[in-house]
């Protein structure tokens, strides 16, 4: 039998929307590990704006972030084949995304942090990664992320990124004097950056690392990561189920050695980023 896109019907008791089987029958799944192996569909939501993370390119995204989703969701579902359909989550709906069952999970540059906890059950981290700076290449001013006093940064809307600039300890880290520029998304922070309309944009290294390969040498990263972004995949509140089932599989990966080869197949090679090694410590599912 072929599988094929079914629509979804809002549940407002089940933690996945009931899926359409084959011949028209609705069934209902309680987590999205159950509706992967039941069902061999999922609905994953991802960035279409991030180049080696998660990119549009024609039909489906690209990056590290998609490859990750697909290897995990292959695990999921036993090695089996899985028809994913993509869905654009930009930072400023991944919650809303989750809560209202528009995805059934997440893999979209998500850093892990205790308040978004409160909302979403992560599974992970599978990478972790460093906020670190991107100036225009010519930029001489800026050299350690203590020189943003005074300077133009750029605050992408549902990102928390440009708060370690300028917020104190415990919801920022340098407490800076600096001035935010708003930002539908780091698409439109670094088409400001490209226009002089910003000084510098500060996000993870990752994300920086893809901007600054895709504009072929126009930016720098300045390679002093002074976070760790640990890049969780987002479910829906309380799917402890998924979450324990995603952590075996993202430990199996780290295993046989697929995340590494999937980092240095999108990251490798880029001046002043250091990737990780090792598998880091799952957060657990509570």
Same mark, same amino acid.
């Given at each position: ?12 008791? /089940?933690?996945? /929307?009931? %899926? !359409?089987?084959?011949? $028209?029958?609705?069934?209902?799944? /309680?987590?999205?590990? *159950? ?6 569909? #999922?609905? #994953?939501?991802? +960035?279409?704006?991030?180049?080696? %993370? ?19 969701? +292959?695990?999921?579902?036993?090695? &089996? *084949? ?45 990478? #972790?990664?460093?906020?670190? #700076? ?23 809307? $549902? ?7 300028? *917020? ?26 490209? @226009? ?11 994300? %920086? !690392?893809?901007? !600054?390969?895709?504009? @072929? ?16 995949? @987002?479910? &829906? ?13 993202? +430990? ?21 980023? &250091? ?8 957060? $657990?599912?509570?």
């Amino acid at each position: 039998m072929h599988m094929r896109r079914a629509g979804a019907v809002l549940s407002a008791t /089940a933690l996945v /929307a009931g %899926l !359409a089987a084959c011949g $028209g029958e609705s069934q209902t799944y /309680a987590t999205v590990v *159950d509706k992967i192996q039941g069902a061999s569909t #999922v609905v #994953v939501g991802t +960035k279409y704006d991030q180049p080696s %993370l998660g990119l549009k390119v024609g039909n489906d995204p690209e990056g590290f972030d998609v490859d990750v989703a697909k290897a995990v969701v +292959k695990e999921l579902a036993g090695g &089996k *084949d899985v028809e994913i359909v993509w869905k654009e989550s930009a930072s400023s709906n991944r919650e809303p995304f989750l809560q209202n069952g528009t995805v059934d999970i997440i893999f979209a540059s998500y850093s892990i942090t205790e308040e978004r906890k409160g909302k979403v059950t992560f599974g992970g981290p599978y990478v #972790v990664a460093h906020q670190d #700076v991107m100036v225009r290449k010519d930029d001489t001013s800026i050299n350690t992320p203590q020189n943003l006093v005074g300077k133009r940064i750029c605050k992408a809307a $549902g990102s928390n990124s440009y708060r370690r600039i300028t *917020d104190p300890p415990p919801d920022g880290e340098l407490d800076l004097d600096a001035t935010t520029v708003d930002a539908a998304n780091y698409s439109e922070c670094v088409q400001k950056l490209s @226009g002089s309309n910003l000084d510098a944009v500060t996000t993870d290294d990752l994300i %920086l !690392a893809g901007f !600054a390969k895709q504009a @072929g040498g126009n930016f720098k990263v300045l390679g002093q990561g002074f976070t760790d972004e640990k890049y969780g995949i @987002g479910l &829906k509140k309380g799917d402890t189920k998924t979450c324990e089932a995603v952590n075996a599989a993202v +430990k199996k990966l780290w295993d046989n050695g697929t995340i590494s080869q999937l980092l240095t197949k999108w990251f490798g090679g880029i001046q002043g980023l &250091k990737l990780s090694e090792t598998a880091p410590p799952p957060e $657990g599912c509570a």
